[in-house]
């Protein structure tokens, strides 16, 4: 019995003697990055606009966040930190919010845009909504009231990689297209 009682201890201190543990480069800065989705808002007050939004909200950066490429809906802004960050948002609607730390880098994942006859919208798609825009400015029309013949489509990248997937060795049917813009003009041009 006495031998026992005097194995469990040594034991307990071989095991964690013997265990490796690195140490933490305490000169390199934890990498946090923040994602955020790009969609729209449509105005409720009349005037049949929309807005481009991160994440339904309106975000001011600071200075370092530069875009050379207009945004579309679909569109992701990756925002890499050195260490943490803050994330201020006031109650209003949509919220206007303050990002507070120190970027490390950014990128712009762009959404993929195709143009379709506006008579194939009818399988295999799933909208974000209803609408279609007209212009830069962001007017727009009900899917209904739009008369063209043709759309370009905006992909929703957060969608498409949250629900897009199969298992490796699994058949699959082909992922339906989530779009999270319709537009009467190409966005990207």
Do not use: W
Request: glycine residues 6%; aromatic residues 14%; hydrophobic residues 35%.
């Amino acid at each position: 019995m006495k031998y026992k009682l005097f194995a469990i201890p040594l034991l307990t201190f071989l095991f964690t003697s013997c265990a490796s543990s690195k140490p933490q480069d305490e000169d390199k800065p934890l990498i946090k990055t923040l994602v955020l989705d790009v969609g729209f808002a449509f105005d409720s007050g009349g005037d049949n606009t929309a807005t481009l939004l991160y994440n339904e909200r309106y975000y001011s950066f600071p200075n370092d966040i530069k875009l050379d490429v207009p945004l579309v809906a679909g569109d992701q802004l990756y925002i890499n930190f050195d260490g943490e960050y803050e994330v201020i948002c006031d109650e209003s609607y949509p919220s206007r919010c303050e990002i507070k730390g120190k970027i490390a880098s950014y990128s712009l994942n762009e959404t993929l845009i195709q143009m379709i006859p506006t008579s194939e919208l009818v399988g295999g798609y799933f909208l974000d909504n209803q609408y279609v825009i007209l212009d830069e400015e962001g007017r727009y029309v009900s899917l209904d009231a739009y008369e063209g013949n043709e759309l370009y489509i905006s992909e929703n990248l957060k969608k498409k990689k949250e629900y897009c997937h199969c298992p490796d060795g699994a058949t699959c049917d082909p992922c339906p297209i989530y779009v999270a813009g319709l537009y009467a003009y190409n966005p990207r041009i």
